[in-house]
């Protein structure tokens, strides 16, 4: 009992050692992206194609630059996060275990910059101009800093973390956690629960934004079903 409470011990210490040498990577990154958030705002701005935003508080722009760098902070941070979740499991794997993992973090890093800019340059634009095409001449948009940032922000934070949902469905399936003969039996809800997740992820909660990003989810879910169904035929039994 006494061994088994010292590595139940052990386990949570290693855990809260990995937790916050990455709030201490985002800590970093994220006082470094202060310094860039001025332009990167700017940026995002004209991405809104409205000319102007405006803030309603002293206090607001000061704090829009701060999400603006705690975002980058995130981002930037995010192989550095991926390599901590690794260093904390990775112990526990088998041999075979980790050499299969291992080949995940740099496919992690690449899906999670794929959804950065899907989100950059697919759901943000086209979900904006749909939107703010219920406008009219009597219902002008006013942009406040604050609110656009936060649709901007979660949409390209949102898709980037969504695209890794694939990925972990096939990794979970190649180590043999999850079947593949399982998952296909129960794609209906499989299905369901992606459309259920991008809802409360993207912001604004419209049907098309949600179709924007579940359409290539789906599609990266049924090419992770396959993958798996391939990589099982060319493993020797």
């Not at 470094?32 to 991405?47: E, H």
């Not at 980037?160 to 694939?166: T, Y």
């Not at 190649?174 to 992606?194: C, K, N």
Request: proline residues 4%; positive net charge.
């Amino acid at each position: 009992m006494n061994e088994k409470r010292t590595t139940f011990i052990d386990h949570l210490e290693e855990l809260r050692k990995r937790i916050l040498y990455s709030i201490a990577g985002v800590a970093i990154f994220t006082v470094a992206g202060f310094f860039f958030a001025k332009k990167v705002m700017n940026t995002i701005i004209q991405r809104a194609a409205l000319g102007t935003t405006y803030f309603f508080a002293p206090a607001e722009a000061f704090i829009a630059q701060i999400k603006v760098a705690l975002f980058l902070g995130l981002v930037i941070s995010f192989p550095f996060i991926l390599y901590q979740t690794w260093a904390f499991i990775g112990p526990g794997l088998t041999k075979s275990e980790r050499k299969i993992s291992l080949t995940y973090i740099g496919s992690g890093i690449i899906l999670f910059a794929v959804g950065i800019a899907f989100g950059y340059y697919i759901l943000i634009p086209y979900g904006l101009r749909f939107l703010l095409s219920f406008g009219s001449e009597a219902i002008q948009p006013l942009m406040n800093i604050g609110k656009y940032l936060n649709f901007f922000l979660w949409c390209l934070l949102g898709s980037g973390l969504l695209f890794q949902l694939p990925l972990l469905v096939f990794f979970l399936m190649r180590l043999g956690i999850v079947d593949v003969d399982t998952i296909t039996r129960h794609r209906p809800e499989a299905i369901v629960a992606i459309l259920i997740l991008c809802a409360v992820i993207t912001p604004t909660g419209d049907f098309f934004t949600l179709l924007l990003l579940s359409i290539p989810l789906l599609v990266l879910f049924e090419l992770s079903i396959l993958a798996a169904k391939l990589s099982k035929k060319r493993t020797p039994n």
